[in-house]
Nanobody
Framework: QMKIVESGGGLVQPGGSLSLSCATS????????WGWFRQTPGKEREFLAA????????NYADSVKGRFAISRNDGKETIYLQMNSLKSEDTGVYYC???????????????WGQGTQVTVSS
């Protein structure tokens, strides 16, 4: 059974940092690309970052480039998103998704988790 579980969300002050995790099971993890997206009320899910199966090639939205870093641990079948210099506009529900390629993981992932809430506020 395929499963994706995001965790690590919470309340953080502007300028702070937060690390999200995306634990997976039931996938061919080592050959899959993975992406992080964010959604706020009334808006479509927004792409943030993606990582190819090789672990070296990544893709970032301009809004988070230089502040967020995606990584993966194939042994733990887990994806991470390190978020630094957080802003109020980073508030939202963060989702992890699986794709067959970096392109798919950056645009239309095939499978999603339930999301984790991140709130950036003083």
């Amino acid at each position: 059974q395929m499963k994706i579980v995001e965790s690590g969300g919470g309340l953080v002050q502007p300028g702070g940092s937060l690390s999200l995790s995306c634990a997976t099971s039931g996938f061919t993890f080592s050959t899959s690309a993975w992406g992080w997206f964010r959604q706020t009320p009334g808006k479509e899910r927004e792409f943030l970052a993606a990582i190819r199966a090789n672990g070296r090639d990544t893709n970032y939205a301009d809004s988070v480039k230089g502040r967020f870093a995606i990584s993966r641990n194939d042994g733990k079948e887990t994806i991470y998103l390190q978020m630094n210099s957080l802003k109020s506009e980073d508030t939202g529900v963060y989702y992890c998704g699986m794709g067959e390629s970096l392109m798919v993981a950056s645009t239309t992932p095939r499978h999603w988790g339930q999301g984790t809430q991140v709130t950036v506020s003083s």
